[in-house]
């Protein structure tokens, strides 16, 4: 049975995450790190939540973990507007995470898994000139570094589901794609707009085909938009915990 760990694991993504690994059989423990209590329904006997308020001592909770974590996950992000600011965004987005990472590495984790983001074109130069998806891909290449057996970078576009916070125009894009997929059964969303639940659901899959031997060529598979549909949506079999 394997074990798992996760931050981030009370937003749109890392929740799902959560509660997608408490479905999984051969996952034996799931450690979940967070600054507030979990939802109610994140119940299991695999559970077990590490809750403190001072972000920056993650990194030690990592390393006192009672059984070494073989995959670990990050949905761990925020926006410029909660943090009050860009450069405290990115303490969060890229100083935090790649802290996580490299204490990660060193509890021994094989399999290292990121919730990134889409890239805005396929120019990665004008990607960079972008303070947002340059410091994602900033991040992306330190945690390529830190040398992994198997790192994963999930690269979702929009995320579709129900956040805590209020973010009006990215409700309204929401909305766009609810309508698109709904009149489509899902091929005017799918290719720009993921569910978070799917998304979550992709970052498991992935992570257990590293963790399995069951990875494609190289250490590091970046899963994009269309791969997270395959993987999230119609490779996914162990349920919706609903």
Same mark, same amino acid.
């Given at each position: 049975m394997a074990t798992a760990a996760v931050v981030g694991s009370t937003g749109l993504v890392g929740s799902q995450i959560l509660s997608s690994l408490l479905l999984v059989p051969t996952i034996g423990n799931v450690?979940?790190?967070?600054?507030?209590?979990?939802? /109610?329904? *994140?119940?299991?006997?695999?559970l077990q939540s590490v809750i403190? &308020? *001072? +972000? =920056?001592?993650? $990194? =030690?909770?990592?390393?006192?973990?009672?059984?070494?974590?073989?995959?670990?996950?990050s949905g761990l992000a925020t926006t410029r507007a909660q943090a009050g600011g860009f450069e405290n965004q990115r303490k969060i987005d890229y100083d935090l995470n790649l802290e996580l990472a490299k204490a990660a590495k060193e509890r021994g984790v094989k399999v290292y898994v990121l919730i990134s983001v889409a890239t805005m074109t396929k120019n990665a130069m004008l990607n960079r000139m972008f303070a947002y998806p340059r410091m994602k891909a900033e991040l992306e290449d330190a945690v390529k570094e830190?040398?992994?057996e198997h790192t994963i970078l999930v690269k979702p576009g929009l995320l579709v589901g129900d956040r805590d *916070? =209020?973010?009006? $125009?990215? $409700? /309204?894009?929401? +909305?766009? $794609?609810?309508?698109?997929? /709904?009149i489509s059964g899902g091929v005017l969303k799918d290719f720009w707009a993921q569910d978070a639940d799917v998304t979550g659901k992709a970052a498991v899959i992935a992570g257990l085909r590293c963790l399995e031997g069951q990875a494609? &060529?190289?250490?590091?598979?970046?899963v994009g938009q269309k791969e997270i549909v395959r993987l999230g949506k119609t490779e996914w079999k162990y349920g919706n915990g609903d």
């Open positions: 450690f979940a790190l967070s600054r507030k209590p979990l939802k /109610a329904a *994140d119940t299991s006997n695999k403190n &308020t *001072d +972000s =920056s001592k993650w $990194a =030690s909770e990592l390393s006192y973990l009672k059984t070494p974590p073989q995959i670990f996950f830190l040398g992994f *916070d =209020s973010r009006p $125009a990215e $409700a /309204a894009l929401k +909305s766009v $794609a609810q309508l698109m997929g /709904a494609p &060529t190289g250490k590091v598979w970046e």
